[in-house]
């Protein structure tokens, strides 16, 4: 009798292990390896009659300057999703949207879905996860119950292929989620990564071949890598996550990954009782809720993609009573902030190490700028002084390890929308100053060393 054979894979990285550990030796994680029965799958062997032998056959090569034309989009008409995608889902292409349970995933597909139905395109959107009973009560709900979407209730890939093969192909089909689909080829449970792998080329190879968009939600876990198949990613055209703050109300769609676009757009969406709403005017959102009084508070004039988005960035600092100083920081690199408080130290004569330093982006924004730097210095220093910056400033620049205050791209942007929402003055690095837009009716505070701002501050009268 054949013996069965097994073998380990993280559920992780994917990776196979000749036999179980407590730990995967790639990617670090715990008890994530999962003993699965060989056969089937990408990288599995396949079942032998797929593996025989076939003869090759003669591929035709092109060139690099071959003629090409820009790939047809599938424009849903929300506008912050087309954003993010670039335009429109790509036909043809697979597209894999992440986060965590309860922030909106379905929510904002089955509102795409709808969008899209609407405008005349077939839309299939299947659900592992809900009975159709409950997407249509959402879709009531949202006042989407007209749209011409056409659902089913299922998991199996080969039912799932079978019905998008019937009748004409599908513009747009959403599978909610990839981890609970599965296919009869591989032998391993649902939401392991040999299921979630086989299931997700199989719809891949779908949308190739019928040049349908396929967009697949995946979950996420607490770390914020999307469970089991961070392999799917590498898989598909494009990876956009749907995040936001739990407590807060608003979401940022964002590309991680995208083929077709660039990948540094975010589409900020509001979830209210009737699904989501776009946020067109982000800085006004993030802005909302401020208390300009108090010190340690900036607003920082960042860019998103293409976009300038206005932030308050805050900071808290407060003398420690442990032997090392915390350093907690939320919505930006926490080396970053090191290295702020080192220039600090180092050529300013700001001293904090003796203090815990707590720094938050408001709204729940992930900033990634090195931009930021100055607003940040500007927080920390205003916070230690116990001085509030004028309520009206924003600020914006890099700081080098020397201390001096770089200009940073985009200025002109940074500055028209900090003007349109009523800020009266702007801290930046001197050298910004050649790229203010004429007319701007700002005051420009231009600095070249951080030292100039830290004295600046000091020399404010204490709020
Ligand atoms: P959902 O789209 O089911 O999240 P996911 O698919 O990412 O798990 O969204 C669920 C949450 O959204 C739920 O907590 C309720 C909230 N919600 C609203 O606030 N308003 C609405 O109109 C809808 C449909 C959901
Ligand atoms: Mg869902």
Same mark, same amino acid.
């Given at each position: 009798?054949?013996?069965s054979?097994?073998?380990?894979?993280?559920?992780n990285?994917g990776t196979?292990?000749?036999?179980w550990?407590?730990?995967?030796?790639?990617?670090?994680e715990?008890?994530?390896?999962v003993?699965?029965?060989?056969?089937?799958?990408?990288?599995?062997?396949?079942?032998?009659?797929?593996?025989?032998?076939?003869?090759?056959?003669?591929?035709? *090569?092109?060139t690099?300057?071959?003629?090409?034309? @820009?790939?047809?989009?599938? +424009?849903?008409?929300?506008?912050?999703l087309?954003?993010?995608?670039?335009?429109g889902?790509?036909?043809?292409s697979? &597209?894999?949207?992440?986060g965590?349970?309860?922030?909106?995933?379905?929510?904002?597909?089955?509102?795409?879905?709808?969008?899209?139905?609407?405008? =005349?395109?077939?839309?299939? %959107?299947?659900s592992?996860?809900?009975? +159709?009973?409950?997407?249509?009560?959402?879709?009531r709900?949202?006042? *989407?119950?007209?749209?011409?979407?056409?659902?089913a209730?299922?998991? /199996?890939?080969?039912?799932?292929?079978?019905?998008?093969?019937h009748?004409?192909?599908?513009?747009?089909?959403?599978?909610?989620?990839?981890?609970?689909?599965?296919?009869?080829?591989?032998?391993?449970?649902? =939401?392991?990564?040999?299921? #979630?792998r086989?299931?997700?080329?199989?719809l891949? $190879?779908?949308?190739?071949?019928?040049?349908?968009?396929?967009?697949l939600?995946?979950?996420?876990?607490?770390?914020?890598?999307?469970?089991?198949?961070?392999?799917?990613?590498?898989m598909?055209?494009?990876?956009l %996550?749907?995040?936001?703050?739990?407590?807060?109300?608003?979401?940022?769609?964002?590309?991680?990954?995208n083929?077709?676009?660039?990948? @540094?757009?975010?589409?900020?969406?509001?979830?209210? =009782?009737?699904g989501?709403?776009?946020?067109?005017?982000?800085?006004e959102?993030?802005?909302?809720?401020? @208390?300009?009084?108090?010190?340690?508070t900036?607003?920082?004039?960042?860019?998103?993609? /293409?976009?300038?988005?206005?932030?308050?960035?805050?900071?808290?600092v407060?003398?420690?009573? &442990?032997?090392?100083?915390?350093?907690?920081v #939320?919505?930006?690199?926490?080396?970053?902030?090191?290295m702020?408080?080192?220039v600090?130290?180092?050529?300013?004569? #700001?001293?904090l190490?003796?203090y815990?330093?707590h720094?938050?982006?408001? =709204?729940?924004?992930?900033?990634?700028?090195?931009a930021?730097?100055?607003?940040?210095?500007?927080? *920390?220093?205003?916070? *230690?002084?116990?001085v509030?910056?004028?309520?009206?400033?924003?600020?914006?620049?890099?700081?080098?390890?020397?201390?001096?205050? $770089?200009?940073?791209?985009?200025?002109?942007?940074? &500055?028209?929308?900090?003007?349109?929402l009523g800020?009266g003055?702007?801290?930046?690095?001197?050298?910004?100053?050649?790229?203010?837009?004429?007319g701007?009716?700002?005051?420009?505070?231009?600095q070249?060393?951080?030292?100039d701002?830290?004295?600046?501050?000091?020399?404010?009268p204490k709020?």
């Amino acid at each position: 009798m054949a013996k069965s054979r097994t073998r380990f894979v993280c559920q992780n990285c994917g990776t196979i292990a000749p036999r179980w550990t407590g730990k995967c030796e790639t990617c670090g994680e715990w008890n994530s390896i999962v003993e699965e029965a060989v056969g089937g799958g990408v990288g599995g062997g396949g079942p032998v009659a797929l593996v025989a032998k076939r003869q090759g056959r003669v591929i035709a *090569l092109s060139t690099l300057d071959g003629t090409v034309q @820009d790939s047809p989009r599938l +424009v849903t008409g929300i506008g912050e999703l087309d954003r993010v995608t670039g335009g429109g889902f790509v036909e043809g292409s697979a &597209l894999l949207v992440g986060g965590d349970p309860g922030i909106g995933k379905s929510t904002l597909l089955i509102q795409a879905a709808a969008a899209a139905a609407r405008r =005349g395109e077939r839309v299939v %959107y299947v659900s592992g996860e809900e009975a +159709v009973a409950q997407v249509t009560m959402r879709a009531r709900r949202l006042g *989407l119950a007209d749209a011409p979407v056409e659902l089913a209730s299922e998991t /199996s890939i080969e039912d799932v292929l079978a019905t998008l093969d019937h009748g004409p192909v599908p513009r747009l089909v959403i599978i909610d989620s990839i981890q609970t689909m599965w296919t009869d080829t591989v032998e391993s449970a649902p =939401g392991t990564v040999t299921q #979630v792998r086989a299931s997700a080329q199989a719809l891949i $190879r779908f949308a190739k071949a019928r040049g349908s968009a396929v967009v697949l939600v995946g979950h996420v876990t607490k770390d914020g890598q999307i469970a089991g198949p961070r392999v799917v990613e590498h898989m598909v055209d494009a990876v956009l %996550y749907f995040e936001g703050d739990g407590a807060k109300s608003f979401r940022i769609l964002r590309a991680v990954k995208n083929r077709f676009g660039a990948t @540094d757009e975010i589409g900020v969406f509001e979830m209210t =009782g009737a699904g989501l709403k776009e946020v067109t005017n982000p800085s006004e959102l993030f802005l909302s809720d401020r @208390d300009a009084s108090a010190p340690g508070t900036v607003v920082f004039a960042g860019m998103e993609g /293409s976009r300038p988005v206005l932030v308050e960035i805050q900071a808290l600092v407060a003398q420690t009573n &442990l032997g090392t100083a915390r350093r907690a920081v #939320v919505g930006w690199d926490s080396n970053r902030l090191s290295m702020v408080l080192a220039v600090l130290d180092a050529r300013c004569g #700001v001293k904090l190490a003796g203090y815990d330093v707590h720094l938050a982006v408001a =709204g729940g924004l992930k900033i990634a700028e090195p931009a930021a730097d100055l607003a940040v210095a500007a927080a *920390l220093v205003s916070a *230690l002084a116990g001085v509030p910056l004028p309520a009206t400033s924003v600020a914006f620049g890099e700081i080098a390890l020397s201390g001096a205050i $770089r200009p940073v791209g985009h200025s002109g942007a940074r &500055l028209k929308e900090a003007e349109r929402l009523g800020f009266g003055e702007a801290v930046m690095a001197e050298a910004s100053r050649a790229e203010a837009p004429k007319g701007l009716g700002m005051t420009l505070r231009g600095q070249s060393h951080l030292s100039d701002l830290v004295a600046r501050i000091a020399a404010q009268p204490k709020g």
